[in-house]
């Protein structure tokens, strides 16, 4: 199909001719106010024309990169809308930081370690930012590979918590005290699907998440 009027593509080609005709003014204007007792050295002239076929070139070329990139993203985004429906109703492993707590269902969060960690801690937190609940990570918990944890929504004191949105602050830290990179996850279904200009966004655990976020999708 051809580009619309405000395509980027349309534009590069309506540059690159406005700048072939404001060159070709310039040379005529240039031919018409030189001396005939004193005319421009050819060579200047060849030099500029082949600076402008140059420039030339590489403005085709742009123009190429550009509906190559153009065609691309529209490939992306049909085969994205085609494989989006099936996957409703998923549980689906998100690196995402924080969850809607119903007020009964517990939820389920996970990291992924690159190495053992000497000490670690889980700080479970409201929409206010207050700390509700802190867990000290032992043991297995604190190895090398995937790990998956559930909270049941109580907190420090065994009282079960208000519905709402809760993040999750993990910390790890190697023998030497410092601070160990890693992958956060949360778990849920998702539940829907929205389309927008900055593209899919899955509706999980209440949430909007970009698609780009989903780590996992599994059945169970």
Same mark, same amino acid.
Request: glycine share 6%; hydrophobic share 35%.
């Given at each position: 199909?051809?580009p619309? #009027? ?8 309506k540059?690159a001719t406005? @700048? ?6 310039l040379?005529?204007? =240039?031919?018409r @106010?030189?001396n ?6 050819? =060579?200047?002239f060849?030099s500029?024309l082949?600076q402008?076929?140059?420039l030339?070139?590489?403005t085709?070329?742009?123009s190429i990169?550009?509906a190559q990139?153009?065609?691309?993203n529209l490939?992306s985004?049909?085969?994205n809308?085609?494989a /989006?429906p099936g996957m409703?109703?998923?549980n689906?492993k998100v690196m995402w +930081?924080s969850a809607?707590f119903d007020?009964s269902s517990?939820?389920?969060i996970g990291y992924? !370690?690159?190495r053992?960690s000497e @000490?670690?801690? !889980?700080e /479970?937190? +409201?929409?206010l ?6 867990i000290?990570?032992?043991?297995l %918990?604190?190895?090398?590979? =995937?790990h998956?944890?559930?909270? +049941?929504g109580k +907190? ?6 208000n519905a709402?949105k809760y993040?999750f602050?993990?910390?790890?830290k ?5 601070n160990?990179a890693f992958?956060?996850?949360t778990?849920?279904?998702? #539940?829907?699907?929205r ?7 899955i509706i /999980?655990n209440n949430?909007?998440?970009p ?6 999708? @599994?059945? %169970?």
């Amino acid at each position: 199909p051809m580009p619309s #009027a405000g395509s980027p593509l349309t534009q590069s080609q309506k540059k690159a001719t406005e @700048s072939k005709m404001d060159f070709l003014k310039l040379l005529t204007l =240039q031919l018409r @106010s030189q001396n005939p007792l004193k005319p421009y050295d050819n =060579q200047e002239f060849a030099s500029q024309l082949a600076q402008f076929s140059q420039l030339e070139q590489l403005t085709n070329i742009k123009s190429i990169l550009e509906a190559q990139n153009n065609t691309f993203n529209l490939m992306s985004q049909t085969m994205n809308n085609t494989a /989006i429906p099936g996957m409703l109703g998923k549980n689906a492993k998100v690196m995402w +930081d924080s969850a809607e707590f119903d007020g009964s269902s517990p939820l389920q969060i996970g990291y992924n !370690l690159p190495r053992n960690s000497e @000490s670690g801690t !889980l700080e /479970i937190k +409201d929409h206010l930012g207050r700390v509700v609940k802190t867990i000290e990570l032992k043991g297995l %918990d604190l190895s090398n590979g =995937q790990h998956k944890l559930t909270w +049941d929504g109580k +907190d420090d004191n065994g009282e079960l918590q208000n519905a709402g949105k809760y993040s999750f602050e993990f910390k790890f830290k190697d023998k030497e005290g410092n601070n160990i990179a890693f992958e956060q996850y949360t778990f849920g279904k998702i #539940a829907s699907v929205r389309f927008s200009q900055d593209g899919a966004r899955i509706i /999980i655990n209440n949430q909007e998440v970009p698609l780009s976020n989903i780590a996992d999708i @599994s059945i %169970d």
